[in-house]
């Protein structure tokens, strides 16, 4: 079995996704972005944006220390500050967090109780954005605000 590996900082995700499409465009290999599900896709990936102040810092924390250096640079390109500026602080943290929260919750309320992914079996690309979006848990550990 063979794993597509793309080394491209100018690629965005959903570009890494639609060239999957096109290249794996076989019965067998299910689309991540489905004809006629762009805008879907989209609100899904812009629904996450607010949640990179916590993410990008926490990522380039918890990452093995070649992975951290390489997030660390790209990060700060992208962003265009320092990582140690790109975490909200005191009054503002509190306001940013809480901005993210409504957001995730907007989006919580898309789906049914027995909903488990978006569009269904099997998973999409709106469904790895939102696990990418619902993991502080994960990397910021359950004794923060996040």
Known sequence: M??????????????TAEYLDRRQNLPRHPRLIPEGSHALQAAFRDAGSAHMPF??????MVS?????????????????????DVYPKDEERVAAWNEW????????????????????????????????????????????ME
């Open 2 to 15: 063979r794993s597509p590996i793309l080394v491209d900082d100018s690629l965005k995700s959903v570009d």
């Open 101 to 144: 929260k409504a957001e995730v919750s907007s989006v919580s309320v898309w789906f049914r109780k027995e909903d488990i992914w978006v569009m269904g079996t099997p998973s999409k690309f709106a469904d790895f954005v939102l696990a990418f979006i619902l993991r502080p848990r994960h990397c910021c550990g359950d004794d923060g």
């Open 55 to 60: 993410l990008a810092p926490t990522d380039v």
């Open 64 to 84: 093995h220390p070649a992975s951290s250096v390489f997030l660390q640079t790209k990060f700060e390109k992208m962003l265009g500050m320092k990582i140690e």
